[in-house]
């Protein structure tokens, strides 16, 4: 359901941003704090969606449990991803291209003086600080299944990621490190 993947897209993002603001990472919070967030998280964005379409009646209240589970679920294991590894979270919702952006977006230059400039949001982009520099890893959160398919990578068909790993890299001195679904 379309729905219920903004929605959880929505709540991951608020959350996220939250825990930023709140100075926090995710690997130092666990289900209690998570717990003591989401429904207001998951309640604010139920309201949002679709101009409130689904604020009232039952398919609001299935809608908001499925979501509320969903990212409780999704965040702790966003969490145990962090605690077990050496990256830390860089940006959430990185803006590309647009005016105003912290990147500028990749421009492709087209005939007769014209050109297209890429934009495009970067879920979640994370870093690993080393010795050498900085590596990193952006990751697009998706509400069902999705894998990378190199074959459609290489023949032009299946590039968001690619395409949101080099912006960051071309725009900064980081090193490439993953490019990942979730």
Avoid at 26 to 44: G, M, N
Avoid at 164 to 178: F, H, R
Wanted: with cysteine; hydrophobic share 35%; proline share 1%.
């Amino acid at each position: 359901n379309a729905g219920i993947g903004l929605l959880s897209h929505m709540v991951t993002e608020r959350f996220s941003k939250q825990l930023k603001k709140e100075g926090r990472r995710f690997s130092e919070i666990d289900e209690e704090y998570i717990d003591a967030r989401l429904d207001k998280i998951v309640e604010k964005s139920v309201k949002e969606v679709n101009a409130g379409l689904f604020e009232t009646g039952g398919r609001a209240s299935y809608m908001a449990k499925k979501v509320k589970r969903d990212a409780r679920r999704s965040l702790l294991l966003i969490c145990e991803h962090f605690k077990k590894g050496d990256f830390v979270e860089k940006a959430f919702e990185l803006s590309f291209g647009r005016e105003g952006d912290e990147l500028s977006g990749m421009t492709i230059e087209l005939s007769k003086n014209r050109k297209i400039i890429l934009s495009g949001t970067i879920d979640r982009v994370d870093a690993l600080p080393c010795d050498e520099g900085e590596y990193i890893r952006v990751v697009d959160y998706k509400s069902s299944v999705k894998n990378i398919e190199l074959n459609e990578v290489m023949f032009g068909m299946q590039l968001q990621l690619i395409t949101y790993l080099d912006e960051v890299v071309s725009k900064t001195n980081m090193e490439p490190a993953g490019a990942l679904y979730f």
